[in-house]
C-alpha cells in the first residue's frame, strides 16, 4: 500500500462551521504534512509531525488546528474560516530518513461561503 | 523560500524527449533536488530526486552538474498524459526538512 489517503474529497462549509479534513496512510512513515493549495499557485507548506509531535508550524493561523492522534492519522481541524480559505488541502507523508521522498495525497477541495 | 529558478512555461512534442531545466545555484552540500509533478487539481507525483550523481527510473532521468549549481529533468519519451507542471525543489537531507515549491514550469505536449 503506498497511498495517502485523504478524506472528504470536497467540503463546503460556512463561516461559523466547524469540520475536520482527514489523511491516512499505512506506509509506515513517520513524518506528515499539511499543505495549502490556491488556485494556479504552489503548495504552501502548513504543518510537519514528526513521530506524532508538531515540529514545524509554518505560523499558520490558530482557525487550523492540526492533530496526529497516532503514526497513521492526520487531522486538520477548521473552525471560524475566511472565504479566503478556500484552496485545496493536501496531506503527504515520508520515511523518517535521510534523502526520503514525500507521498501526496490527491487533497481535500475545501470552500468557504 | 524557494531556492530553484525554472522557465513558466515550455512546449514539446509528443514522442519526443522533453528537457526541464532548473537553476539552483545556492544548494549546499547536504541537499537534495526533488522533482515532483502536479495534474490539474491532483496531488503532486513524485518523479525522480537525488544528491550528486544521475539518476534514472522508470519515469525519468535527472542529470546534475558536476557542481550540483543546475539540473535537468528528462523525460524521453513525452505523451500527452505528461502536460503538468513541474517542480524542481531543493530539499535538506532529514526526514523533516521542508518541501518547499516554487512557481514550477507548465510543460505542454502537443500531438
Known amino acids: 500500500d503506498t497511498e495517502v489517503t485523504q478524506t472528504p474529497k470536497h467540503l463546503v462549509m460556512g463561516m461559523t462551521n466547524k469540520k475536520s479534513l482527514k489523511c491516512e496512510q499505512h506506509m509506515g512513515h513517520r513524518a506528515m504534512y499539511w499543505y495549502k493549495q490556491k488556485a494556479k499557485k504552489p503548495p504552501e507548506l502548513m504543518f510537519v509531525y514528526s513521530y506524532e509531535k508538531l515540529s514545524i508550524n509554518e505560523s499558520v493561523p490558530s482557525r487550523f488546528s492540526p492533530e496526529c492522534p497516532n503514526s497513521s492519522l492526520l487531522n486538520l481541524h477548521l473552525h471560524a474560516l475566511q472565504p479566503e480559505d478556500s484552496a485545496l488541502y493536501l496531506c503527504?507523508?515520508?520515511?523518517?530518513?535521510?534523502?526520503?521522498?514525500?507521498?501526496f495525497g490527491s487533497g481535500t477541495q475545501l470552500s468557504v461561503l | 523560500d524557494a531556492k530553484t529558478t525554472q522557465p513558466p512555461s515550455m512546449d514539446c512534442a509528443e514522442g519526443r524527449a522533453a528537457n526541464l531545466p532548473c537553476n539552483h545555484s545556492t544548494i549546499s552540500g547536504n541537499e537534495y533536488v526533488y522533482w515532483y509533478r502536479q495534474i490539474h487539481s491532483q496531488g503532486p507525483q513524485y518523479i525522480i530526486h537525488?544528491?550528486?550523481n544521475n539518476e534514472t527510473n522508470e519515469m525519468a532521468s535527472l542529470i546534475i552538474t558536476e557542481d550540483r549549481k543546475s539540473s535537468t529533468l528528462i523525460l524521453p519519451h513525452a505523451t500527452l498524459r505528461d502536460t503538468a507542471v513541474y517542480y524542481c525543489i531543493v530539499r535538506g537531507g532529514w526526514g523533516t526538512d521542508k518541501l518547499i515549491f516554487g512557481t514550477g514550469t507548465r510543460l505542454q505536449v502537443f500531438p
Open positions: 503527504a507523508s515520508s520515511q523518517e530518513r535521510r534523502g526520503e521522498k514525500l507521498f
Open positions: 537525488g544528491l550528486k
